[in-house]
């Protein structure tokens, strides 16, 4: 039987490198504001760096009133079906897993994982689920009046990572685990290693992980409790 896919799993699976994004994202933007135009289907950073996103996906908003999470898909005012894709992709793999969150037109915030009240807490755990199942990593979490948070998946070339180095590596790792929804430490970084094409290798009995690419090399060392307990990155000589 394959392994069950649940909302806690994709958590994990894309906590580190939906941080990582995030992280480039405020560098490239800074201090800005933003306008989005979902007939025009156009999407702007305003500020020192102006940027017009290439492509851009609404996937739903957190609402204080409800407390709850309303899919975009689901949304009454009919957003163009080209703009709501991403969320009707999300809706179509949680009714083949299973996973009630992704599934359902509308999510109760306390059903989510620590029940959060905040709805900028619960945009970001949507979010990132939604890249671990879209492919998409960058992110924003916008503010539509009264409360209500709006996310975005939004693309343009800059978005991209630069290539990893040790000292970032270690910062986006540790602050990821103590920051954000991680359960399994080791898949977490199991996971961002695949994705950030490191090579990632266990140890036979798992108490290590091993980060490799390009110049790049990175050690992880779990404790009994199955948490992250050291990482050692450094600039390899090959």
């Known amino acids: 039987m394959p392994e069950s896919i649940t909302l806690l799993n994709l958590l994990d699976d894309a906590a580190i490198l939906s941080l990582e994004h995030q992280l480039h994202l405020q560098e490239l ?7 989005v135009d979902m007939h025009r289907q156009r999407f702007d950073f305003i500020g020192p760096r102006a940027t017009t996103c290439t492509g851009f996906q609404l996937l739903g908003s957190a609402a204080p009133g409800p407390r709850s999470w309303l899919w975009a898909w689901a949304n009454p005012s009919g957003f163009p079906e080209s703009l709501v894709a991403a969320s009707a992709t999300l809706r179509d793999f949680g009714e083949r897993h ?9 999510v109760p915030f306390d059903v989510l994982p620590g029940s959060p009240t905040e709805p900028a807490t619960v945009v970001g755990l949507l979010m990132d689920a939604a890249k671990a199942v879209t492919g998409r990593w960058t992110s924003y979490n916008g503010d539509a009046g009264g409360g209500t948070r709006a996310a975005f998946l939004i693309e343009h070339p800059d978005f991209r990572l630069p290539p990893p180095n040790p000292p970032r590596t270690v910062r986006v790792i540790t602050q990821a685990l103590t ?3 991680v359960t399994d ?5 199991h996971s961002y290693g695949l994705r950030r094409q490191l090579n990632p290798v266990f140890s036979p009995d798992f108490a290590r992980l091993t980060l490799s690419g390009p110049g790049f090399e990175a050690v992880v060392d779990f404790d009994r409790y199955d948490r992250v307990a050291n990482i050692d990155a450094s600039m390899s000589q090959h």
């Not at 933007?29 to 306008?35: A, I, T």
């Not at 299973?98 to 509308?106: F, M, N, P, Q, V």
């Open 98 to 106: 299973g996973i009630a969150e992704l599934a359902s037109a509308e």
């Open 29 to 35: 933007v800074g201090d800005h504001s933003w306008n």
């Open 185 to 189: 430490h080791r898949r977490a970084l």
């Open 179 to 181: 920051e954000t929804w």
